[in-house]
């Protein structure tokens, strides 16, 4: 009754639609269900990296066997296959704190798989004002800004009033009680006074990095 | 069936119990009982002032009517009968926008109800972050300081990272969408990544400038 | 108690340090209070346009009277004072129904006062794939889109999944029911499949458009 | 104080009164209590198949004990005990993304043991849209298409646009942070821009296939 | 900036798509917005019924002067402009109360322009579970049942296990406090114990009408 | 299509089934249709009481016009037509201020329309917890008590540790912001710490009073 | 700095306020908590069974040797220590599923320690109409009727519409989805269509239960 | 692309701003980050404590390892390093149930490190008023009062009717159902009746802690 063949349906036709590269979402996928799939991918555009996001241990684990030469992130929980693209612009991905690492560092490896260069500058929340103030030049110098944030997420609207790039804010589930695994901070960022802030799904440093990555090898694509 | 004369029972013993002032919430209640229960307060009260906030304007015309020394301020929605008390120790009230006034202006004029003075610092949202900061001087001589912040409601949580002033945060209802009616703002600041805020209900100024008020006239009390 | 002057307090720096003119949310202020802002932020800034938003009849009408060369659009809402500056990229606005329009309007003038052209195409939703699918080639010419949707909120992602240019999806508060007001629209663009779509407030074209131009307008501030 | 015997008590009337098979949620039930329900059922309707969803490992296992012959689905979590009827109609079940397989092979069984055929279009989410263009037959020759999609939910309103088949929606609980476990996806469904879509609760392969094979095999009631 | 004439773009296609007639959805409309839409549509389509939905007074009386040949209906806040087409099969639409008749008597004009035959059945709640027996065979003999509730919305479950018959649940936002404008119902309605509901948004009798007609209509599709 | 005279269909047969009497909810219904639901009740019911509650401003100025005996409770929105029953038990509705009387005036009617006695205290919240301990007599010798509160809901659950009679709450819509509607005191009372309270929908007096006069009549149906 | 001694404080003047007996909530305890206040209050009421509620395991097995002639109720997660009181009236436990035993289990038992009968009528869920009204006499002839249901949760207002007994309902957090553990079935209950329901929290069949002995002991305690 | 040495920056600062010591929270962090921050801060501050809170066993455990001079608490999940300060003024912190314990531990900790004293009054819900009201005289003596309750969370309103001293409230997620994990408490304290009450994030003790320690040194800080 269910057709041969039709569980597993691959996109591999979206770079040349949007110049974004293929990428598998690990999350909700046995280990080798991401294998396969990325194998898919590589096979179909070996001259490009392609990507693995919400890789658990086991996940990395059996990537490690299958892609050996493979760039793998165990904090960002990322697995690249392929040879990166040329940077094109620079992106600020900047963190509140230690705890929102994780997802800067996804948002790292995607800027870059995406075709953009990546800075990080964490631990700079509002909570120590002199901290972020610091970082004013590096903040005005990027293309764009992914701004990753949990518990009240003020960071990226106090960001967004002082230099004006475009801010991609990132809330975090880290947090506890109110701060009801990052609704609380996707809230006000939503609601930041400054303008220039738009806003991606909790956790979601892929996405936001996509939208960046965008933003700053725009110009490459240019007469 | 209904006991005669159940239907209004005034709390006339506040004041020996907290050394609180009587107060009359003027919210749900027609103009008539609101300046029937001032009425019966000040009565039992009249050597210290007594509140009704939240007086619309058809409960401020009556209350002009019935209480021609009575103070009334329009922008607050406040109604005050008797003499105000002594003050003791400063309140600082502060907003991040000029739509947060009423609910300012209410929580100044409850200070001095309630014991204290207070000095209003208007306008000094996180989006443009030199107004705040050059009122830091203000905020640290204060013996507590009420903040008052709608949208994001981020500046409670900033001022608290810049001094040890105990911060109480009153979100307000301004803003619009996923500002939910304040519960965004309100979110912020339960979350506040520098500690030494606490919070009221929305648009609470009454609430926050009574805990406020115990706070700046607590020594007051003391041998 | 209240220090003399305090209420109003203009942030008269954004430009310097963002690039951004200056604002006024007309939402919650009295038609003076608005007009009063306007003039004193024209005032410092006479070379460029300042612009108000959320303004309601009385307000407009209130603003023709006090600015009589203002850019007055009914529709969305906006009184700009001044010269627009010479325009630098290109944001199409693009709405998903007729009902969007005046979020889709705001996002168009507050694009050009903000420094970037606009294109605005009407009425794409996804009930009709037809119609969006005819206008990808006016998508995939512009710096940044701007995708304005009520209901299901489902046309930025499809869009993000064509072309790959940013897109700022504005979710509105068009609907019923279930729509909760635009909460609907604003869980699915947080979560569309397609990455490459970073969301606002619900009805903020103001703020999608102030992303929107400050990625248009990035290389002129480059060497 | 309990009577005894009460605490069991199997509705076997529901043939009759419906044309529907007699079914078992094991959810929230220890595999004993499944399989003596199952049982039961198949007990008093020998000659048509009954069946157990949200069934576990363990409870599969003991199920495979107990009915030899069963048909037992692991990634639906399906057990059925007893012949197939002869179908009638027929059901498409579609799927957004590969982690939505879980619900869509649900349905897909119950659509065979509730009286209809079934055919299985996997993969074929928003994202990329020539996968979805390129099944419109299938789609137009099902007397009933379930939709099973998570994350924002989009496709089944997409399909509901393009061809003229009742949609049952599945919101499903893949995804992440503002996904809400399925919620968002659900209030997609719910205002889906094309009309011709209702919606089930979130995972519930089940009841959508129940709604599905009512309609598919609705003529053979016919006279 | 904007290009002329983008501002309205119907959708002339949507018959031979799907078989389904056009429509107008008059909320968030101005009365002259309605009546162009329907202008539009009923010229591209003179041999069959438009149909434009949640039309106030205002708009009905504007629709009067337009179309004086138009079925207008007051309770339903339909117009309907053009033949109706011939019916094919029988739609059942239930009520639990009388508040819940202007939604019933949208889904029973709905029907109609939309293929199929109506039966209105109304003030079957649960509360006198006798009234709901007493149908039982209008209930069983219709090809689908849409079945309107507000305040608990537990009458669509109890038919669903009573008859075997397609049953569409129309929460409506009749009732008050935790009602929630009809959420109560809908998440009832959602749960229901018995298989065979599926739902539409809150009060929207057009959408399962849609529904509902289109599985009465789908014989005569077929060879 | 519609079949003649369906739209409205009393239930005429509670007071057989439950001892209850009949109840019209005016809420969204017109004056004329409250009107004559009431007349078709008390036609059927003549020696016993029908009521209306609900009743707006309107709604009441019909019922005085068509039914000159009624008794009109302006506070309680209610009116009543018929001789009420000889009334079995007392029940005591309590309320914690004075804007709780609407609600608390419609279970006093109720309480008596449906067989039993009622007394009320008003104005005994948990703010000054002296007026509450000064009423332990009249709650200890009540059969059951119904406790309306709004804001922070608190006072049943005092009651309920204080004396052993049941306790109906009724939360009420009084407050503002985080109240949410009487949301707030809702979740109070369902998590109340002592043990002995249960709940009715918000501003719910009728419910609250119904749950109430059946335990107070309860004796009077017993051998 | 702590006071020594002041870490537990047991209330041991309950049963003399309300004729309530001492209970202890063994959820969030350790077992040695639970048994350290079940020993203190079975000392300070030797004559009258104390009941500890929530045990899981682990306590239950802790319990077991600490009391040896203890009644525990596995199901129910319950232990009485001491004997139980002479009953006085009678309450109906009734279940929609097989899943809510064990929160109906903790009604039954408590039921019986708080001095009153209970007789458990299982499995009546509305998805089988005549299951439930084979029971009509059984609720007739209680003092009071616990409903317990989860899903939909619309079983006890079809009772309450059937008989004239006061039903105290319970919802489950059995379900999925939508059924918000719980949430779905708490506002369909609290919305009821038939009045005399009132609610308890989520899965706690023990504050039911203290309704309910409330109500069927009440005679025994008047002259 | 990542700076060397971004990953950690530690505010040490902080003092010197607020009078606060250096705090880190354990939560989200690994046992060797939490020790790596307490070693930097404890190395810049040799003359204070700092303090590190929710610390699981395995982060308590490696700090007993590398601090065997530290005051670990168990209960309140709790590591200080270095001499505490010379207290000054009293906070009371005070318990509905045992259950309330950890946080009010973390409190009575917190509480000390910034420079005050701590009494912990245990078990005073409103269950049982007597207990309660015999604190009377300990709650009057503080300067501030830390109340820390679930489920209702009625009891800080309580407390604040009946003293005048500023209440900071603190909800925790002790409860289950409808307690939300703490919001029910956490909405019952923001609309308590009595003002005088601000509050804290749900189970947030520290931040408790440190409002009442800023309000209780304050005199030590004045000429």
């Known amino acids: 009754m269910t057709r041969p063949g039709s569980d597993i349906r691959l996109d591999i036709d979206r770079l040349r639609r949007t110049g ?53 992130d165990d904090v960002a929980g990322t697995v690249v296959v392929g040879p990166l693209p040329q940077p094109d612009g620079t992106v600020a991905v900047v963190t509140a704190g230690t705890s929102d690492l994780p997802v800067a560092r996804e948002a790292v490896v995607t800027t870059q798989v995406f075709g953009a260069s990546a800075v990080l500058v964490a631990d700079v929340g509002v909570a120590g004002l002199h901290r972020l103030l610091a970082e004013l030049d590096t903040f005005a110098a990027a293309d764009a800004i992914v701004a990753v944030a949990g518990a009240d997420g003020a960071m990226p609207g106090v960001i967004a009033g002082l230099v004006g790039v475009p801010v991609i804010a990132v809330p975090t589930s880290v947090g506890y009680g109110t701060g009801l695994g990052g609704i609380a901070a996707l809230l006000t960022m939503l609601n930041a006074c400054a303008p220039g802030v738009s806003v991606v799904n909790i956790d979601n440093g892929f996405g936001a990095a996509v939208c960046a990555a965008r933003i700053a090898r725009r110009p490459a694509h240019r007469p």
Do not use: M, N, Y
């Not at 919400?54 to 990395?60: F, I, L, P, Y």
């Open 20 to 72: 974004d590269p293929e990428v598998v979402l690990a999350l909700h996928k046995t280990p080798e269900q991401t294998v396969a799939s990325l194998r898919g991918l590589a096979r179909s555009h070996p001259d490009r990296a392609v990507l693995a996001t919400r890789c658990d241990e086991a996940t990395r684990a059996e990537c490690q066997g299958a892609f050996p030469a493979a760039w793998i």
